[in-house]
Every structure is written in C-alpha cells, then in structure tokens.
C-alpha cells in the first residue's frame, strides 16, 4: 500500500492551453474523488467514481473539464482551454466503500498554475 | 453555499497549550465528521472522525466533542506540540463526498 499517488506535482501552462492529470488510487479502493482547493480554502468537491462509473458531478466542473476512469483503476482529470481561475490545488482521494461511509485517503495533489 | 462553517481562521498557540477549533453545520443529514490535518504543499491526511451517535472521542492528544441538538462539532489538541503547526480542516459527510471548512492554521510556539 503506497497511498495515492498523483502526477505531475507541479504544473505550469498559458492560458488556452489543455492539461491533464493523472492520479493512481490505493489499490483495491472502488471509489475515486477529484476535489480542488484553493488558497486558503478548503478542498471543494469536483466529481466522484465508483470504480469506473462516474456517478456525480458538481456544478464548479464546467463543461472544459472531463474526468474519466476507464478500467476503474487511475484516473485522469483533463482541462481544456484552460483560464487563469482554474489556478488551484486539484487533489485526488480514494476510499473502499464497505459499508457506510469511509474514510477517503488523499494524494499529495497536482498544483495548476495558469499564466 | 458553504456547508460547513469553521473557526477560527487561524490561532497560536504555546508549546504544552490546548487548542480549540469548531465546526458548524446545517445539514442533518450529514452522518460522517472527520478532520483532517494538511501540511504545506501536502494532502490533507485524516486526523480523527466521529459519528452522530458519539458525543466524544478521543485519541492521543486529539479529541472531538459534538453536539447534535447544536449541529456543532469540535476538535481540542491537548498539549500542542511544533509538529502539530498545520492547517486543519472539519468536515462533514453522507454516504459519499465530503463538505470542507475553509481550514484553520495552528501555530505552535516552541
């Protein structure tokens, strides 16, 4: 068990720009979580899967995001035409669902920052 | 709309000193309130988490006390230690995502 694991750390493109995210959940967790934070801010929920059925999206993703999970593994978060407020944290959680609700594990994040 | 209100902001405390952060919530449908704890340029990391049916727990140094006619929950670090300086996110859940305070950054003083 590694923990989550979530690439590139860092992350600095031009607005307009398109970029992509990758994260690696704990293994053997079927629910992955896609949350942004801001500074200063807490962590705001972005979109979650349940293995590779993407069962909810909250209203902040815009129609330029897309997350996908095809084999119920990794996950990737892409952001098209990307605009200077998309500048954030973008952190990934995973959690293996056995019940009621558990507890979900977070990778160290992606940090976007649009010139 | 926030779900989950936090205070304070931030707070110093002394090396050996108690601090004290709460939490706020509306939502009664929430079951599940965890904190966790974030270092810089890290991911939050779970602290502790309590349910409804509990009105404390403890563990360590760390204990959460929660009021469900108030819809108020707390978290109290007992002998505040350097390492302990980081920000500290309440939250609250059901069933699936979980709703954020906007965090409180503790200082410790050696």
């Known amino acids: 068990d590694t923990g989550v694991s979530q690439n590139p750390r860092h992350k600095i493109t031009k607005r307009g720009q398109n970029v992509t995210f990758r994260c690696d959940p704990i293994?053997?967790?079927?629910?992955l979580y896609w949350y942004r934070q801001t500074l200063g801010q807490g962590p705001e929920f972005l979109t979650y899967f349940q293995n590779e059925a993407q069962l909810e999206k909250s209203r902040l993703l815009s129609d330029r995001f897309s997350a996908e999970r095809p084999k119920g593994s990794f996950s990737t978060l892409e952001i098209q035409r990307t605009e200077q407020g998309d500048s954030a944290m973008y952190l990934c959680?995973?959690?293996?669902?056995?019940?009621?609700?558990?507890?979900?594990?977070f990778g160290p994040g992606t940090r976007l920052t649009v010139l | 709309q926030q779900q989950v209100k936090q205070s304070p902001q931030s707070l110093i405390v002394q090396k050996g000193g108690i601090s004290i952060i709460n939490c706020a919530y509306e939502?009664?449908?929430?079951?599940?309130f965890p904190w966790y704890q974030q270092f810089p340029g890290k991911g939050p990391a779970l602290l502790i988490a309590?349910?409804?049916?509990?009105s404390e727990k403890k563990e360590g140094r760390f204990t959460i006390s929660f009021n469900k006619s108030a819809k108020q929950f707390s978290l109290h670090i007992m002998d505040s230690q350097p390492g302990d300086s980081a920000t500290y996110f309440c939250a609250a859940s059901n069933d699936y995502k979980l709703s954020f305070g906007a965090g409180t950054t503790v200082t410790v003083r050696a």
């Open positions: 939502n009664t449908a929430f079951d599940y």
């Open positions: 959680a995973s959690t293996r669902v056995a019940g009621t609700t558990d507890t979900q594990y």
């Open positions: 293994s053997e967790h079927n629910r």
């Open positions: 309590i349910r409804p049916d509990v």
